[in-house]
């Protein structure tokens, strides 16, 4: 993976300016992995029956392998975005786009997990993971010899037989994580993967999840409301505004991988996290 430029001047950390990125026609010659054009979506209030824009045109790429965070407000539209990229649901205006081809579907190119995504009390972790399989299709031997498989790679393979009511919440998470993994798709879609976790449960899972995605490299957009955890895992950052969402920062973040945990303590990652801070708050401030 190619790393960039610091695009502000290397670390004097000045704030940023936090203009919108240009929409101009993007060049077609060598494709980013994922394309998402000037996307658009509003929509209809239950109660009054009134309009609302929750993304205002939101433009993007992610190359192939990269690992992009993003972080904004609650209720900014960053899982109507994943929804969007997904294929669940289409924009009011502007496409996505994945190695080229205009994506309508999600059709077998992206794993999705979701926000809540939950796990069923009746299966056993070993079943869960197997369960995308089998529904592509694949024979049950298969599909369970490709789940230990993940399940080995995640450190999960004593839990195969387990039921999820005797998991802890970082183990049900990261079953689900495998589950979306298993998909073996090159582009990996995670909404606040670790949203429900106490801080330390969190820093031990961010850097098993760094570990994984170095040994099994995907195209990964996660979203997190956590600053530190975007910093942590992020080859980029990109920051939502409030609503109507657009991205008001895309910030590359130069740390050498694998990431020891104390990173977090040095000067730069602070003052990358001040950035961060400042181009929410800035956000805020013009509302
Ligand atoms: N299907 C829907 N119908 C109507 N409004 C919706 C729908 N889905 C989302 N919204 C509204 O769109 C806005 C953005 O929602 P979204 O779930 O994308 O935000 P978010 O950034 O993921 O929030 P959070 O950080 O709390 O998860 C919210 O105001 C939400 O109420
Ligand atoms: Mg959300």
Redesign the pocket.
Known sequence: MTSKAYPFGTPSFKAPSFEAPSFEAPSFEAHPFLEVRAVKKS????KDGDI?L?LSSIHFTVNEGEFVTVI??????????LNIIAGLLPPDEGSVWMQGERQTARAGKVAYMM?DDLLFPWQSVKRHVAMPLRIQGVGKRAAEEQAERILKTFDLIHLGDRYPKTLSGGQKQRVALARAYIQGTALLLL??PFGRLDALTREDLQAWLETIWLKEKRTVLM?T?DIEEALFLGDRVLV?SA?PARIVLDLPVPFARPRKKDVRLTEAFVAFRKTLMQALAEDTQRL
Do not use: I, M, N, Y
């Not at 904004?72 to 975005?81: H, R």
């Open positions: 929509f209809r209030d239950a609302h929750v904004g407000p609650s209720g900014s539209g960053k899982s109507t975005l926000q909404d606040e979203v409301h939502l609503r």
